[in-house]
Structure formats: structure tokens, C-alpha cells
């Protein structure tokens, strides 16, 4: 077994997609918005669309370094033997000229096209004589390389519609707009809770049988990536008032609760009990490996008015697949972001492997392009305690429960990237 323990498929397990779908169903969106520069914004969701008061490109303008020039003109020029006089130069942020007939433009990448020009010709393409006049080689097209007023976006137009994560990309282009501010959602915040006697943090000595706290470090940088505010509320014990008493605090303080350990079936795992006292639990249990004792649940008077709860399994790789698969795109949610279907596409196995019953097992994989096309190879091994194969995996295959994996046969690639943004 992956896990080095005795698994126990329990009957009534929730399907991975019905499970990420009640997710995505039960993520409100948090009140509230805030205003920022664009240069505090990134990572963060707009709560309005940002809307465009501005054509892009302001004006015509050029796309290459070269002549811009009338096409009548150059057809005239060379019927008679003679290139074209330059008549202007026109470098980027000069203002918006008129060709004269008969002559043609120096001109520059993003320099207004002058008003009668109907193409520009990139300079690789003419020859100068020795009277300084432009002679073009070849065919030109009418508009070619001219970058149209407007072709990209017009004025009163949205240029981002609310939900949008604020990439890099999407920075640039607000900024392209002259928009210097923006309205965002909150940022969330999440109480954090390690479940565990065995635990202790990084960095504190360790006497043996005792364990290094690497789901919070994870989940925090995991948060961070999402903007999240994180309050870590540490390593709790294992015991049922230590749980309840941190759960009413993370209750209290945050807009979300996400636990680790303490959710399987021992009598040391009281996460759900305790849960279901302080409030209720949605699903208990996903059919996937790693990641089965997934909880989702609430802390409060009901579903709709209580503090979400997610209980992520101890297992480090099981916290993993359980934030990337389920929790983050309820994470997305409340953010106010659309959902977003899980994405796998066909890969070939480069190996095989039996399946596991009763589960869809998520194998860390790494692509391996060396054939042309990619082939999915294990990225180390498989147990959901076992970090090293989720660090250096850059996806998933997704195999079906019940079903054995063979070399050479195609199964769903879920690409690692879909979780960083
Ligand atoms: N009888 C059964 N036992 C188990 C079942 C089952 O169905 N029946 N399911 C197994 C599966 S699958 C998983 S996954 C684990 C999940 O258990 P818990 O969520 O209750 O987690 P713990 O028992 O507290 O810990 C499991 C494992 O993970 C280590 N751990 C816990 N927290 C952390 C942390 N913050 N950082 C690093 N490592 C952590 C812990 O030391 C244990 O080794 O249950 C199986 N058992
Ligand atoms: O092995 Mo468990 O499936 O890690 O979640």
C-alpha cells in the first residue's frame, strides 16, 4: 500500500468531481473591496470590471522601423525608374503629421503613421541611392505594418472583467489603459491548525518518533501564493478540548478554518467530532489517494452563517492533493474568482503499476519529452507521506478507480501549473 499502512476502502466515498463541485457550490464570495495602486495589486481579484477610456493604440502607428509611404506614390516612383524622397522623420511620441504627395516618412516602431500613408515598409526591404531616395524590393501590401487606432481595445470597453486574478499580464494591461488604481476583493483570512502529539516545528530539536510540522510550512507558502492573510494558530494536541479550543478561535478570526491530521477513523482523530459539535460537516471522505479522509464542514449555527471548515488529511502529500484539488478552488471562490474546470489532457504511462480499489489515484508524475511526445514517468516514490516525489512532480495522472495502470496506454495528465495562480 502507498500510504505503508492498512487501507480500508470505506464505502461512500464522494466521487473527486462531485466533491469538487459541491466545493465550488458552497464558496461565497467575502464582502467587501478594497481600493489599491496597481503596484500593490498583484495576485489580487478584481471586484468590479476595470473599464477602458482609451483606444489601443491611441492613434496609427507603426509596427516596424522602416518608410511609411502612399502606395500610389511608390507604383508612380517606380514606373518612372526613381525611388521616393524623404519628406519627414517621425520618431515614437512625435505628434501626428501629413505626408506630402510624393514623398515617403522615416519612421520609427510605434511612431504615428503620418495621415495619407497607407503602408509602412520595414527598412531591411529598401535601398537608399545615392541621392538619399528610397527604393523598395518587392510587393507591399495596403495597412502593412500599421497597427490600427483601436484594433486592440476601444474607449468605454472593460478590460478586465471582475474575478480576474491580477497576473503580471493584467497589470501590464491596466497600466497600458493609464489606469493606476484598482478596486480588489479582500484578501481572506485563513486560521491555520496542525493536529498532531507527534509534531514540532522546524528548526526545534527532535527526539525520535516525533515529526517535523511540514504540512503548515506548505500550506502557508500555499496561502501566500493566493494572498491569503494566514493566522497560524500552530500544533494543537491531540486531544478533543485542545481541538475545540482552537477551532473557536480560528472560528472566531478568520474567514476560513483549514486543519491538518486528525481526520481519519482512530480514536486520536477528533477532528470531525468536534466539528460536528461546533457545527456540521458537509462530506467526510473523497475517492481519491492520497487525500480520502477530506473534510469539509462548517463551525457556527448553520452552513450559510458559520466560518468554513476544511480538515485536510496528516499525510503530507494526502494535505497537498486535498488543498490543489478541493480546497483551493473553494479558496478561488470566496475570492469571487469563476470556477475553473479541473484540467487533465492524455499522456502515455512510461511505466506500470497496480491501482488501488475503490479510489482515483493521483500519481506524481514528471513529463519526459526526450521521444517528441511526452510520457509521464513517476516522479519517486508514491506514499502519501513520501514529499520528495510531490516536490519534483509537475502534475498528476490521474488514474481511474479500480483500474491498472500499463506502460504505453494514455491516461489523464492534470498539469501542475493550473494550481500556482
Ligand atoms: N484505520 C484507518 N486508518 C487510516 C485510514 C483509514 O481509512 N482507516 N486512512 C488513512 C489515510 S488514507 C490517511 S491520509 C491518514 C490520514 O490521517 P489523519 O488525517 O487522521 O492524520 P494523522 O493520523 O494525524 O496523521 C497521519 C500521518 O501524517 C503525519 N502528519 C500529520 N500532521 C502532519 C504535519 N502537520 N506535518 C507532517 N506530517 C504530519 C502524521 O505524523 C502521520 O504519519 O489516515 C490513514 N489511516
Ligand atoms: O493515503 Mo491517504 O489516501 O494519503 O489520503
Given at each position: 500500500?502507498?500510504?505503508?499502512?492498512?487501507?480500508?476502502?470505506?464505502?461512500?466515498?464522494?466521487?473527486?468531481?462531485?466533491?469538487?463541485?459541491?466545493?465550488?457550490?458552497?464558496?461565497?464570495?467575502?464582502?467587501?473591496?478594497?481600493?489599491?495602486?496597481?503596484?500593490?495589486?498583484?495576485?489580487?481579484?478584481?471586484?468590479?470590471?476595470?473599464?477602458?477610456?482609451?483606444?489601443?493604440?491611441?492613434?496609427?502607428?507603426?509596427?516596424?522601423?522602416?518608410?511609411?509611404?502612399?502606395?500610389?506614390?511608390?507604383?508612380?516612383?517606380?514606373?518612372?525608374?526613381?525611388?521616393?524622397?524623404?519628406?519627414?522623420?517621425?520618431?515614437?511620441?512625435?505628434?501626428?503629421?501629413?505626408?506630402?504627395?510624393?514623398?515617403?516618412?522615416?519612421?520609427?516602431?510605434?511612431?504615428?503613421?503620418?495621415?495619407?500613408?497607407?503602408?509602412?515598409?520595414?527598412?531591411?526591404?529598401?535601398?537608399?541611392?545615392?541621392?538619399?531616395?528610397?527604393?523598395?524590393?518587392?510587393?507591399?501590401?495596403?495597412?502593412?505594418?500599421?497597427?490600427?487606432?483601436?484594433?486592440?481595445?476601444?474607449?468605454?470597453?472593460?478590460?478586465?472583467?471582475?474575478?480576474?486574478?491580477?497576473?503580471?499580464?493584467?497589470?501590464?494591461?491596466?497600466?497600458?489603459?493609464?489606469?493606476?488604481?484598482?478596486?480588489?476583493?479582500?484578501?481572506?483570512?485563513?486560521?491555520?491548525?496542525?493536529?498532531?502529539?507527534?509534531?514540532?516545528?522546524?528548526?526545534?530539536?527532535?527526539?525520535?518518533?516525533?515529526?517535523?510540522?511540514?504540512?503548515?510550512?506548505?500550506?502557508?507558502?500555499?496561502?501566500?501564493?493566493?494572498?491569503?492573510?494566514?493566522?497560524d494558530l500552530g500544533i494543537v494536541d491531540d486531544t478533543a478540548?485542545?481541538?475545540?479550543?482552537?477551532?473557536?478561535?480560528?472560528?472566531?478570526?478568520?474567514?476560513?478554518?483549514?486543519?491538518?491530521?486528525?481526520?481519519?477513523?482512530?480514536?486520536?482523530?477528533?477532528v470531525r467530532p468536534v466539528v460536528e459539535r461546533l457545527g456540521?460537516?458537509?462530506?467526510?471522505g473523497v475517492a481519491i489517494k492520497p487525500g480520502k479522509p477530506?473534510?469539509?464542514?462548517?463551525?457556527?449555527?448553520?452552513?450559510?452563517?458559520?466560518?468554513?471548515?476544511?480538515?485536510?488529511?496528516?499525510?503530507?502529500?494526502?494535505?497537498?492533493?486535498?488543498?490543489?484539488?478541493?480546497?483551493?478552488?473553494?479558496?478561488?471562490?470566496?475570492?469571487?474568482?469563476?470556477?475553473?474546470?479541473?484540467?487533465?489532457?492524455?499522456?502515455?504511462?512510461?511505466?506500470?503499476?497496480?491501482?488501488?480499489?475503490?479510489?482515483?489515484?493521483?500519481?506524481?508524475?514528471?513529463?519526459?519529452?526526450?521521444?517528441?511526445?511526452?510520457?509521464?514517468?513517476?516522479?519517486?516514490?508514491?506514499?502519501?507521506?513520501?514529499?520528495?516525489?510531490?516536490?519534483?512532480?509537475?502534475?498528476?495522472?490521474?488514474?481511474?478507480?479500480?483500474?491498472?495502470?500499463?506502460?504505453?496506454?494514455?491516461?489523464?495528465?492534470?498539469?501542475?501549473?493550473?494550481?500556482?495562480?
Amino acid at each position: 500500500m502507498n500510504c505503508g499502512c492498512a487501507e480500508v476502502v470505506t464505502p461512500g466515498l464522494l466521487d473527486l468531481f462531485d466533491a469538487r463541485a459541491r466545493m465550488i457550490d458552497a464558496a461565497v464570495p467575502v464582502a467587501g473591496r478594497e481600493r489599491l495602486a496597481l503596484d500593490e495589486a498583484a495576485g489580487r481579484v478584481l471586484a468590479g470590471d476595470a473599464l477602458g477610456d482609451l483606444d489601443l493604440p491611441g492613434v496609427d502607428n507603426s509596427a516596424m522601423d522602416g518608410y511609411a509611404l502612399r502606395l500610389a506614390d511608390l507604383e508612380d516612383a517606380k514606373a518612372k525608374g526613381r525611388g521616393l524622397t524623404v519628406a519627414q522623420r517621425v520618431p515614437a511620441g512625435a505628434g501626428v503629421l501629413h505626408l506630402p504627395r510624393g514623398g515617403c516618412a522615416r519612421i520609427f516602431t510605434g511612431a504615428p503613421v503620418p495621415l495619407g500613408a497607407d503602408a509602412v515598409v520595414p527598412q531591411e526591404r529598401t535601398r537608399i541611392d545615392a541621392q538619399g531616395h528610397v527604393h523598395v524590393e518587392g510587393e507591399v501590401s495596403a495597412a502593412a505594418n500599421i497597427r490600427r487606432r483601436g484594433e486592440e481595445a476601444r474607449a468605454g470597453e472593460r478590460v478586465l472583467a471582475a474575478g480576474t486574478r491580477l497576473t503580471p499580464a493584467a497589470i501590464a494591461l491596466l497600466a497600458s489603459h493609464g489606469i493606476a488604481e484598482v478596486v480588489v476583493r479582500p484578501r481572506l483570512t485563513v486560521a491555520l491548525i496542525s493536529t498532531g502529539d507527534e509534531l514540532i516545528e522546524p528548526g526545534s530539536p527532535r527526539v525520535p518518533g516525533q515529526v517535523y510540522n511540514s504540512n503548515a510550512a506548505m500550506l502557508r507558502a500555499l496561502l501566500a501564493q493566493q494572498q491569503c492573510r494566514v493566522l497560524d494558530l500552530g500544533i494543537v494536541d491531540d486531544t478533543a478540548s485542545a481541538v475545540q479550543e482552537a477551532l473557536i478561535v480560528a472560528r472566531d478570526s478568520a474567514d476560513l478554518v483549514i486543519c491538518t491530521g486528525g481526520v481519519s477513523v482512530g480514536e486520536e482523530d477528533h477532528v470531525r467530532p468536534v466539528v460536528e459539535r461546533l457545527g456540521g460537516i458537509a462530506f467526510h471522505g473523497v475517492a481519491i489517494k492520497p487525500g480520502k479522509p477530506f473534510v469539509f464542514g462548517w463551525l457556527g449555527a448553520g452552513a450559510a452563517s458559520g466560518t468554513p471548515l476544511i480538515g485536510l488529511p496528516g499525510n503530507p502529500v494526502a494535505s497537498l492533493v486535498g488543498w490543489q484539488l478541493l480546497a483551493l478552488p473553494f479558496v478561488h471562490g470566496r475570492q469571487g474568482r469563476p470556477p475553473a474546470p479541473l484540467q487533465h489532457y492524455p499522456v502515455a504511462a512510461g511505466f506500470s503499476r497496480r491501482g488501488p480499489r475503490g479510489r482515483r489515484e493521483l500519481l506524481r508524475v514528471v513529463l519526459d519529452w526526450t521521444g517528441g511526445a511526452p510520457v509521464a514517468t513517476l516522479a519517486g516514490g508514491q506514499g502519501s507521506h513520501m514529499l520528495g516525489a510531490a516536490s519534483q512532480a509537475n502534475g498528476y495522472l490521474m488514474i481511474d478507480a479500480n483500474t491498472h495502470v500499463e506502460e504505453g496506454h494514455v491516461y489523464g495528465y492534470c498539469p501542475g501549473t493550473q494550481f500556482l495562480g
